[in-house]
């Protein structure tokens, strides 16, 4: 073999299995950032807070959710801008009254649904109709927003769209022949599925006639004042900005400035998604009275980079009502999920004077230990610095300065001081990479048996992670449960598209199965008639154990077809068949091994649900 051709089979072999893994993993870890729940059982009557009073004297603005999932900073923003003009009666409002997500996790209930914001206006439209990013637009249940949105915008309502909002205006077909702008990430992607539609590059915002569009996340701060500045006057939107420390009113009069593109940088996303190890488990404090755009800023600066999952945490179980009446509900709360409040690595809390003493009391008490950081404390500041500078020290520059460029803040006043590379994210495909290069070495050193390394490449994965099962007995309350979920028809030639959806079993409930699929949450009713798998958790092995398993298929396998090959087909030079099958062996139980011992998989058995044995229901 040539020097030019070895040394770019290493370059390969180096670079081809990160790369193959990375896109497995980092697909897997994005989809489930943008994915929600949309099967989720609607709460009780009983236990849902009262919408906001209305007041007929004052417009209404009106707050768009997906029924599944929305962009946090989307809702949240203009939600926040708009209540603090004290002008407008705003609401939350979704195709029904039950809770969503917000991207990063984070529960909300809608004040109202479509028919009922219909029947509190008697008709009339809304005087502003805000539209964020809603990722699952053209799903089933997002599309009553879609016919919403059109009549809305032929009634003469004003439609102002967040970020990637232009998605859903898009979709509904209202900006056929228009002018819009949108997030600079997914600009070019809209422009290709949307030809009619004029994409705007280099502004912040987008004015039309009975039309506001905003470019990416941040940028939706200068189009909503935008919006008070055209209905209320610039005294108005000042004041909010004031009130906001918002320090780039400038381009709230101008909305010239450079366009972002996709940089080579920006792969720290990709990276962080698809490697980063110990990913930090950081708790929010959720209380009554909590700033709107101070919670969405750490979510989306923390969770949107891919380097922390954020938990919302409460003193205590209910809802909560942020400062201008948001209804948020925390996915851990006290007297509930205090041993996992303990494991949590960190609690933040935001606000520019911090929680209420006896919410912080409250929290330190349920764990003790727990360093507990505020993040708002300078009142002279907008509260994204101080979490995009946290986020620099306690992650890596490289993903607080892809966090400043996705949510679009252009501020001098942030210093970013911290690693410079993502180490948490970048020692693992490099060894993945290293066990790729010894495992190519030992196969050339072996006069190229290309058939077994093949071998050995193809039943890396092999050892089974799932298996059926006669009949299974679980415990109601302690036995995890996998669901491929269908979400698609089923044709001819492809099999139907579903969606995994795992958690503890519940109870069933006649033909349906209760899922607690996060913690605090009500459970998810899941119909036998939608359920295309049904898988139970037989456990996590701890990493020796994964790494045998993992390693102990592919090693016999190859060893045998290498013996195999050698025996029938011996040639001059080549090594004896017992000693070709240890080198195949060794090659391929160090590269499934050292995968089995960084990444443990669960285990699944299979059933069918006739044989599952569920031993209480509920009524």
Not at 197 to 202: E, H, I, K
Not at 337 to 365: C, F, Q, Y
Not at 524 to 532: A, D, G, K, L, T
Request: with cysteine; hydrophobic share 45%.
């Amino acid at each position: 073999m040539s020097t030019i051709l070895r040394s770019a089979v290493y370059v390969a072999a180096f670079t081809l299995p990160p790369l193959a893994i990375g896109t497995v993993r980092g697909k897997a870890y994005l989809s489930r950032y943008g994915e929600g729940l949309t099967i989720a059982a609607p709460l009780a009557p009983a236990s849902l807070p009262a919408p906001p009073a209305h007041d007929p004297s004052k417009p209404t603005v009106a707050v768009l959710l997906g029924a599944d999932v929305t962009e946090i900073t989307d809702a949240l923003g203009p939600y926040e801008i708009f209540s603090r003009a004290g002008r407008y009666n705003v609401y939350m409002v979704a195709p029904e009254r039950r809770p969503s997500l917000l991207t990063g996790g984070l529960r909300i209930l809608p004040h109202l649904s479509l028919a009922q914001l219909d029947d509190r206006l008697g008709g009339r439209p809304a005087a502003v109709v805000v539209v964020p990013n809603i990722p699952n637009i053209k799903r089933a249940e997002n599309r009553p927003l879609l016919g919403w949105i059109r009549r809305q915008a032929a009634a003469g309502a004003l439609m102002h769209s967040w970020c990637a909002g232009a998605y859903a205006l898009a979709e509904s077909g209202i900006l056929d022949g228009r002018r819009v702008t949108t997030h600079w990430g997914d600009i070019d992607a809209l422009e290709r599925a949307y030809p009619k539609v004029t994409w705007v590059r280099g502004v912040r915002w987008v004015e039309d006639e009975g039309l506001v569009a905003s470019a990416g996340i941040n940028s939706g701060i200068d189009a909503s004042l935008r919006v008070l500045v055209r209905r209320d006057g610039d005294s108005v939107a000042r004041r909010v900005a004031a009130e906001l420390r918002y320090p780039n009113y400038r381009y709230v009069v101008d909305p010239t400035a450079d366009q972002f593109e996709i940089r080579p940088a920006d792969a720290v996303l990709l990276v962080n998604a698809a490697f980063r190890t110990g990913r930090k488990q950081i708790g929010v404090a959720l209380y009554d009275g909590v700033g709107e755009l101070a919670i969405s800023n750490v979510y989306d600066a923390q969770a949107a980079s891919a380097v922390a999952d954020i938990h919302a945490v409460a003193a205590t179980p209910g809802v909560v009502t942020t400062l201008f009446g948001a209804t948020l509900l925390p996915s851990l709360a006290g007297t509930r999920d205090d041993g996992a409040i303990r494991r949590l690595d960190r609690l933040v809390v935001t606000g520019e004077d911090g929680a209420p003493p006896n919410v912080t009391t409250s929290l330190s008490r349920l764990a003790p230990e727990l360093s507990v950081v505020s993040l708002d404390t300078d009142a002279n500041r907008y509260p994204l610095e101080s979490v995009l500078e946290d986020l620099a020290r306690n992650a890596d520059v490289p993903s607080a300065r892809f966090a400043e460029k996705r949510l679009e803040y252009r501020s001098r006043s942030v210093t970013l001081r911290g690693s410079v590379l993502p180490w948490r994210a970048l020692w693992l495909p490099f060894g993945i990479g290293a066990v790729g290069v010894l495992f190519t070495w030992l196969t050339i050193r072996q006069r190229g048996r290309a058939r077994s390394a093949f071998v050995a490449a193809a039943l890396l994965f092999a050892a089974p992670s799932s298996g059926r099962a006669q009949s299974v007995q679980v415990g109601p309350t302690s036995t995890r449960i996998r669901i491929d979920v269908h979400t698609g028809e089923r044709t001819l030639l492809r099999r139907p598209k579903t969606q995994a959806l795992s958690g503890t079993l519940v109870a069933t409930r006649g033909d349906t199965l209760l899922l607690a699929v996060q913690p605090g949450a009500d459970p998810v009713r899941v119909p036998r008639s939608s359920i295309h798998d049904l898988y139970v958790s037989r456990g996590t092995p701890n990493r020796l154990e994964s790494a045998v398993r993992r390693a102990t298929m592919p090693t016999l396998v190859s060893a045998a077809a290498t013996a195999l090959s050698l025996s029938v087909r011996q040639r001059a030079g080549d090594p004896s068949p017992a000693r070709g099958a240890l080198s195949a062996a060794a090659s391929a139980a160090v590269l499934s091994g050292a995968l089995g011992l960084i990444s443990p998989k669960e285990r699944w058995q299979r059933v069918r649900w006739g044989r599952l044995s569920v031993p209480a229901t509920v009524p």
